[in-house]
């Protein structure tokens, strides 16, 4: 009986091994396409963003600029909002004592709205709290929470996570109720790297005392980033002398204007932008830390975090899109037969990945109107909140 | 390319299949000028789905029918099917409605904060509360308002004053209501964007392209509502409101005059092309100043003068200007442990109104308090419960149901004592000094007591009543009451004090058990 069974266990093990040494013709397609135009090394497919704002009251009024900042060069690089979080704890832009009703500004000349005509917060207000960020971290929630939600990643997402509000050694204030540890987040991103829940996260924080709260991290690939290091503090940008408060920090500040220069399609790195890091700008000592990223940072791109960019391919032969009777057959199988719509050749398939600057402002409206003109590309209206593929 | 070239032939295509299928589409925007000034501005968007009914919660258990809309829109529509709502309404209003200057508002809802409630057929399936949670879960992910947090410490299910707007079909179950409400929560503009999304023209042409969020979030008093109601014979009407009160003299200098370009920062270019019918409504001041309206292509009836915005030229600006006026000059208790009402009916009959008062348990009436006075006079038969439900202290909010008899021409105080319990310190919100927003009391106006069926919330009164135009619903202001709040940083001062006594009384007898003092002979020094 125990030789059996020995024989067995034999077996098995040898057929795991022989079929683990030749990979599959399959995954050598996969991996090919996905280094096919000597793009990014980043193994990614699709990217999201967690950007929270942890502090209430008009008073930390920079602190949602930060975040709104943050939103909006991540939906201008692609990221759209069904991929993005937004955890805002307090309401700046229609709070009474704001002068300007709807508007949320990063600097004192007031040249740019945040807040804009087209945003979608997800928690907000009384929502943003330390059980509900893990739990948007792990996934762990109630069944009847919404997807626009939910952190919806797999295995190939790249996660850009970015916090700000008042901090210390080893913590954040939330609403200055409650706070929240180095140790927690490090917990909960080993959750995620345990349930295969990322491809690489890169964290971003502008608190004081900041890089204490990367230093407990241990799941591999993750970058992480600080605005000031232990015993320091975090200083604010410029002032507004109509609202009456501090509308921005330094370290978001200069970061932002660094990522004005990045489109969709720069190939700037993550050096470039940790070169721009100076004491006697930012008058606090920003921290990197990347010794968990497998990847040399001056190989690795801003837009592998910041932007939603994903690889696509002009197929040469027109394809066919009529719902074909076996569903599950290989593409070159399907008969051409009499369709509606055909894909035009001549379809220039890089305009509708367009770099559009105004990607807050009209932007997905402008492509749901050209949708609506053209039936034949398959997109899926149903998602709640916003429209999915890339656009927004 | 093809597509493009040919957008006429498509968007012909888009009208008749809409026909075809039986969707209709209505926009409207009514302006009302106000006494004080001010501009009472109201849009309107109506969907009807012709021959749908609700889902019947007896099949909740089996998959659903597949759903085709081509301009009802769909996220909503897999929301109320999910759940089986018959009928539902949401508002998020922000700022209080001045009955007193304003009159009465066009929609009812006017609730300070979020105010949800909805109508739903019994199952044994899925109960009511279970859906309930779900459809509130639903609604604050698809309209990004914390709606999720009307738990069952702020659901209470007042029938007599929610009653249902349209009909309720017959199933053989009995329907229930939930109502919830939020009077602390802020509107802005995360909060528009998924409304203009239920749009078939999204925010691009026709009326909604006015919704100028930065003009809107400005305004004096601003609302936006989504309603379903089921229509019997007709379908299931979708209406998406948004309502606003301008001041066109703190925008101008001290002039009443407005147009779109002054209220909403931009003009209507192109109309939307699947509407069946896009209008604008302007109400005609009933005053003796000359009113100038501009443009000249209207149609007047019935006090109002009607644009038609497919048929006008664009861009279309509308304004109204009183010429001959220079300048325009301008013209609300909490006391300590007692809540006060006062009422003034100004009208020549006596008027009986149901009151509703639905109070989360952290405020808790003395009944036998409760005091009548109209005029001055101790009346206590104006005053009939219908229904009480006491609190139960974090569980179940107070749900208290009367009705009111207002005598002509008099003012009615109504006032109970309340006590405050204690929170416990894990219940207070982050921003605790703030207090905490009490939900408004809902009046509902019934008709006289002569007649003989007493039918609250008719929408056809009999023939006399119609000068009357008696409102649905009125709401008092959200009142703000303070609780005790305990010192936030006792448990870090306790645990250092005793922390501190600790270490110093061990130290202290550790030393006196332990040390023992010796004296050592020290070696004099050699010479």
């Known amino acids: 009986m125990k030789a059996v069974l020995f024989l067995f266990a034999l077996v098995c093990t040898l057929w795991q091994c022989v079929h683990a040494q030749i990979p599959s013709e399959q995954e050598q397609h996969v991996t090919s396409f996905f280094n096919s135009h000597g793009g990014s090394t980043s193994r990614h497919t699709n990217n999201w963003a967690v950007l929270v704002c942890s502090s209430r009251y008009w008073f930390n009024y920079r602190h949602m600029a930060n975040a709104l900042g943050m939103y909006r060069t991540v939906k201008r690089l692609g990221i759209p909002d069904s991929n993005i979080i937004l955890m805002l704890a307090d309401d700046t832009a229609c709070n009474s004592r704001n002068k300007f009703p709807g508007c949320v500004y990063a600097s004192a000349a007031r040249d740019l709205d945040l807040y804009g005509d087209n ?58 109720n409650e706070e929240i540890s180095a140790f927690d987040i490090a917990d909960a991103f080993e959750q995620m790297w345990q349930k295969k829940r990322y491809n690489e996260i890169f ?190 | 390319m093809f597509w493009r070239n040919n957008i006429l032939a498509v968007l012909l295509l888009c009208c008749t299949w809409c026909l075809a299928t039986s969707e209709e589409f209505h926009e409207a925007l009514t302006f009302r000028p106000l006494q004080d000034g001010r501009l009472a501005t109201r849009f309107t968007f109506t969907t009807l789905l012709r021959g749908a009914y609700p889902r019947d919660p007896s099949t909740l258990q089996e998959e659903d029918e597949s759903q085709h809309y081509a301009i009802f829109p769909l996220a909503l529509g897999q929301v109320l099917r999910e759940y089986a709502v018959t009928e539902l309404h949401l508002t998020l209003n922000a700022g209080k409605w001045d009955y007193d200057h304003w ?132 379908g299931i009407e979708v209406r998406l409101s948004f309502q606003s009160v301008f001041d066109p003299v703190r925008y101008s200098n001290g002039r009443r005059d407005w147009s779109l370009r002054s209220v909403f920062d ?92 639905s109070m989360p348990w952290l405020l808790q009436f003395y009944l036998h308090s409760l005091q009548i006075y109209s005029n001055g006079v101790s009346r206590d038969d104006l005053i009939s419960i219908v229904s009480y439900i006491p609190s139960v202290p974090h569980v179940r909010p107070t749900l208290f149901q009367a009705i009111l008899t207002l005598p002509p021409k008099s003012t009615l105080h109504l006032s109970m004592d309340v006590i405050k319990p204690f929170l416990r310190y894990t219940e207070h919100p982050p921003d605790a000094q703030r207090g905490w927003d009490l939900p408004p009391a809902v009046l509902v106006p019934l008709l006289h007591s002569n007649s003989s069926t007493l039918d609250p919330g008719l929408s056809n009164p009999p023939s006399g009543f119609e000068q009357l135009r008696l409102p649905r619903r009125m709401y008092t202001p959200v009142l703000l009451v303070d609780l005790a709040t305990p010192d936030f940083s006792m448990p870090y001062n306790v645990i250092i004090m005793s922390c501190t006594l600790i270490a110093l009384i061990f130290g202290m007898v550790f030393n006196l058990l332990t040390r023992k003092f010796t004296l050592i002979r020290v070696s004099p020094e050699p010479k």
């Open chain 2, 266 to 357: 931009r003009v209507i270019d192109r109309s939307c092309p699947i509407a069946h019918s896009s209008e604008i409504r302007v109400a005609i001041p009933k005053e003796e100043t000359a009113v100038a309206i501009t443009p000249d292509s209207y149609t007047t009836h019935a006090g109002f003068v009607y644009f038609n915005v497919s048929n006008a030229s664009k861009p279309l600006d509308i304004s109204m200007s009183w010429p001959d006026e220079q300048k325009f000059e301008y013209g609300s208790s909490q006391s300590r442990g007692r809540l006060s009402v006062s009422i003034t009916n100004h009208m020549p009959i006596t008027i009986q109104t149901s009151y509703l008062e």
């Open chain 1, 119 to 176: 945003i979608e917060v997800d928690y907000r207000g009384y929502e943003v709290t330390v059980e509900n960020f893990i739990r948007v971290l792990t996934g762990r929630m109630d069944p009847s929470v919404p997807r626009s939600k939910r952190l919806l990643t797999d295995d190939r997402s790249n996660v850009f996570v970015y916090m700000t509000g008042h901090g210390g050694n080893e913590f954040l204030k939330f609403q200055d």
């Open chain 2, 103 to 234: 009159g009465y508002p066009d929609e009812p809802g006017v609730g300070t904060g979020a105010e949800l409630w909805a109508w739903m057929g019994e199952s044994a399936a899925r109960s009511v509360d279970e859906r309930w949670k779900g459809l509130r879960n639903a609604l604050s992910g698809q309209f990004c308002a914390s709606l999720g947090s009307l738990d069952e410490q702020r659901t209470t299910s007042p029938e007599l004053t929610f009653r249902p707007e349209g009909s309720l079909p017959q199933w053989g179950t009995t329907h229930q209501l939930r109502h919830g409400t939020l009077p602390s929560e802020h509107v802005c503009t995360e909060n528009l964007t998924p409304f203009l999304k239920l749009l078939p023209c999204k925010s691009l042409t026709g009326i909604a392209s006015l919704l100028n969020p930065h003009r809107l979030f400005d305004a004096d008093w601003h609302g936006l509502g989504v309603h379903v109601r089921y229509l019997e014979n007709e």
């Open chain 1, 203 to 392: 964290f971003m924080i502008d608190t004081c005392q900041a890089n204490t709260m990367y230093s407990k991290f241990y799941s591999p690939n993750i970058l992480a980033t600080g605005s000031s290091e232990l015993d320091e503090n975090s200083y604010s940008h410029e002032n507004d002398r109509d609202l009456g408060i501090s509308v921005i920090d330094r370290f978001t500040h200069h970061i932002l204007r660094f990522m004005e220069g990045v489109n969709k399609t720069s190939q700037a790195t993550m050096q470039d932008l940790f070169n721009v890091y100076d004491y006697e700008k930012f008058m606090s000592h920003a921290g990197v830390r990347s010794d968990l990223f497998r990847r040399p940072l001056d190989q690795t791109y801003i837009t592998d975090f910041f932007g939603g960019v994903s690889q696509a391919e002009v197929m040469s032969p027109p394809l066919s899109l009529s719902p074909s009777s076996n569903e599950g057959s290989e593409p070159e199988n399907v008969p051409e037969s009499e369709l509606p719509v055909e894909l035009d050749q001549s379809l220039d398939f890089t305009s509708w990945i367009s770099s559009d600057t105004n990607a807050t402002s009209g932007a997905c409206t402008k492509a749901r109107r050209e949708h609506a003109e053209c039936q034949g590309v398959g997109v899926d209206w149903t998602s709640s909140c916003s429209c999915r593929m890339g656009w927004e």
